[in-house]
């Protein structure tokens, strides 16, 4: 099973549990589900399992460790060929840490409408690249906007067999209210993408790229924007009210595509 690390750590998993609030209404994925050592825990309170392996030894190891359970399913998959539920669905995972942007892709972005946040063990680095200061990633800013992300606490080596030679962390994720139809989810991340194209441009600069420069004046105004401040430097909440405020006044000819 080269590459792969499995959580050997009762503690890490019953707070990745703990943290991702599971039901016995849930429906939850675990992704990278290796030997099941989440798994097998997991089927315990939610009413619906699905454990996604990519490795074909691992996919018969747990059918055959499953296969009296009822609430539990296997899928011999990579993730990224994976039909991710068309309904409401959490996340409880050591995910494989070479695809973790893959991974987020597809639960924040892509499954927007239906992933309702969860429990992700991960690589540190990438995770602390999600509370940086200056968003430089439009993605990153998506995912703020519409999760609200939390870095529970960083986990060692000997948390896993075997024990990797990277330091890992546990992220909470959990969705917060809508702040638009989810309709509207690729062209807020056009527009996004569009302002960061140049990320050292100021907010004036940047916003000019798109409004004229009465809007711009008066967005800073009314959203209490700091307009030479660097573009990266913007909250959730202020580019999603500059996005609202783009709807509302820029003809849709000029909306970023």
């Known amino acids: 099973f080269t590459g792969q690390h499995f959580t050997i750590d009762k503690v890490l998993i019953k707070d990745a549990i703990r943290q991702a609030n ?6 939850v994925l675990d992704i990278g589900a290796g030997k099941g050592f989440l798994t097998v825990h997991l089927l315990k309170i939610a009413n619906n399992v699905v454990a996604i392996e990519n490795d074909t030894a691992l996919v018969e190891h747990l059918r055959k460790l499953f296969s009296d359970a009822r609430n539990v399913q296997v899928v011999g ?7 991710v539920p068309k309904f409401p669905f959490k996340v409880v995972s050591n995910i494989p840490y070479g695809i973790t942007s893959d991974i987020f ?9 239906n992933f309702l946040g969860g429990s992700i063990v991960l690589q540190l680095e990438p ?13 990153t800013v998506f995912y703020h906007t519409f999760f609200d992300l939390k870095l529970v606490y960083e986990v060692g080596p000997e948390s896993f067999l075997p024990p990797p030679t990277v330091k ?4 909470n994720i959990k ?9 509207f989810k690729a062209k807020y991340l056009a ?6 194209e140049k990320p050292d441009l100021s907010v004036k600069t940047a916003l000019k790229s798109i409004f004229r420069k009465s809007q711009v004046r008066s967005i800073s105004e009314k ?3 700091n307009l030479n401040a660097q573009i990266v430097c913007l909250s959730p909440s202020q580019w999603v009210n500059c996005f609202l405020e783009m709807l509302e006044v820029v003809p849709e000819k000029f909306h970023p595509s």
Request: aromatic share 20%; proline share 2%; with cysteine.
């Open 22 to 27: 599971i039901s016995n209404q849930d429906t």
């Open 175 to 183: 969705r917060k209210q809508l702040f638009f139809d989810f309709k």
């Open 77 to 83: 998959c990579d993730f990224r060929n994976f039909a």
């Open 223 to 225: 959203f209490g924007l």
């Open 105 to 113: 892709k597809i639960l924040m972005f892509e499954s927007l409408g």
């Open 127 to 139: 995770t602390q690249k999600l509370f940086s200061r200056k968003l430089y990633n439009p993605y």
């Open 168 to 171: 890992s962390a546990l992220l």
């Open 191 to 196: 527009f996004i993408s569009c302002l960061l």
